[in-house]
């Protein structure tokens, strides 16, 4: 069959190479793709979220699978703008209806469908711009640190963990006045905040029956021991160490399955990826949030961990027959480090040449924000490669990783030098 990926960081390139191992697979387009899918796929020069381009490529290319990675064109409605046009209803595309991504593009609609459906999250209340006063007097209610989320998409920066009453209404007034995060924050989620250890859990689900991914665990902030800007991510393990049966039990059986069963009973259309935030507090499992598609750089440990037929698992997306596949996984840990641009999260450079990549052994090198020029390849945005590595154990999976890390080159690279550390 003809797949089109859509996205062009590093989820798309760890997409594409797990799809590409496929006996199914009969051409590979990514829009608009990186100078790493260029050399497994062909690249088309599309916007993810320009649907009357994508519509054009699917029919001329005979594409029957659409796997969609980043999350603006399924909150735009790629899934239903599909669905309601006649040429495109037989694609299989792979992601939620517009009502299922609103789990990510709202956070009070999942806080709201968490509490629906009891499913463990932290305690909280919405305010907009005519109730700042009331959100002010509900921060004097907390115990520090803060945790205030803009309700819509923020690019994964509109989290913010505030150690001072005064800082965080400061900040509230920022984010609903001041348009701190644009559009996305003209609502705040202001929640309790959860002490405790972070992992992320991944399902792929047909609508009606589930399949558990591997865990992950990644790190956020831009600098070592967890300080600093919050970035996209800097990198990741898998499996969590820590994520035992009897914590994973209790993970699908308050979790998994009330998400999967929730979404069911709402009559809410979801063929896709859940990432689910956890926060483990004492031994117990509390959602911090849904994404509706898989984590970046997550899917750079969780994907080359299957060792199945993913292709074929999301086939089967298209007939609801997941429950009849089976997913294998690699027992190895997987680590990945992001090297990234100088300045990021904030003002960086592009188009720095990029050295050192024949130099690489034994690990995989997942493009995120590079481009091809002149038989070159440059960097082409803040996150640019993340080196994914295997070993029996994270520690040693880390050190390959950062060996190879050593061997790549480009102006003002910079990265996270303690990734698994913590563990």
């Known amino acids: 069959m003809n797949v089109l990926i859509l996205g062009s960081g590093g989820r798309e390139h760890a997409f594409a190479r797990s799809i590409a191992a496929s006996d199914q697979l009969t051409q590979l387009f990514v829009a608009p793709g990186n100078a790493g899918t260029a050399q497994i796929a062909s690249n088309v020069d599309i916007s993810v979220t320009d649907f009357e381009a994508i519509k054009s490529l699917v029919l001329k290319k005979e594409i029957s699978m659409v ?88 690019g994964g920066k509109g989290v913010l963990i505030i150690p001072s009453a005064d800082e965080a209404k400061e900040s509230l007034e920022l984010m609903l006045v001041g348009g701190k995060f644009g559009a996305a924050s003209n609502k705040v989620v202001i929640e309790e905040f959860l002490d405790g250890i972070e992992m992320s859990v991944f399902v792929m689900t047909d609508g009606d029956s589930y399949k558990v991914m591997p865990t992950a665990k990644d790190y956020k902030r831009i600098g070592e021991d967890d300080t600093g800007l919050n970035t996209g991510g800097m990198g990741a393990i898998s499996p969590v160490p820590f994520a035992d049966e009897t914590l994973m039990n209790k993970i699908e059986e308050r979790i998994i399955k009330p998400t999967v069963d929730g979404l069911k009973k709402d009559q809410i259309t979801y063929k896709g990826f859940i990432f689910i935030g956890l926060m483990i507090v004492d031994g117990e499992p509390q959602v911090i949030e849904y994404n509706v598609r898989m984590g970046d750089p997550e899917t750079e440990v969780v994907l080359p961990r299957i060792s199945s037929d993913l292709l074929g698992h999301l086939h089967a997306f298209a007939k609801a027959e997941l429950h009849k596949e089976e997913l294998r996984i690699n027992e190895q840990t997987a680590a990945t480090v992001m090297l990234v641009s100088g300045g990021y999260p904030e003002v960086y450079e592009k188009g720095k040449e990029i050295i050192g990549l024949e130099k690489v052994e034994d690990s995989i090198v997942f493009h995120a924000g590079t481009a091809l020029k002149d038989g070159k390849t440059i960097t082409a945005g803040g996150r640019v490669l993340a080196i994914t590595s295997f070993a029996a154990s994270h520690q040693e999976a880390t050190k390959k990783s950062y060996r190879n890390a050593r061997k790549v080159h480009f102006d003002r690279m910079y990265y996270r030098e303690d990734i698994g550390f913590d563990l």
């Open 67 to 154: 796997v969609v990675g980043p999350e603006a064109p399924l909150v735009a409605g790629i899934y239903d703008y599909f669905q309601e046009d006649e040429q495109l209803q037989h694609v299989n595309v792979i992601g939620p209806s517009k009502q299922g991504a609103v789990l990510e593009g709202s956070k009070e609609f999942a806080k709201q469908f968490m509490i629906k459906h009891d499913i463990p999250t932290a305690a909280y209340e919405s305010f907009n711009k005519e109730t700042l006063k009331q959100g002010m007097q509900f921060i004097d209610k907390l115990k520090p640190p803060y945790v205030l989320k803009a309700d819509g998409l923020a």
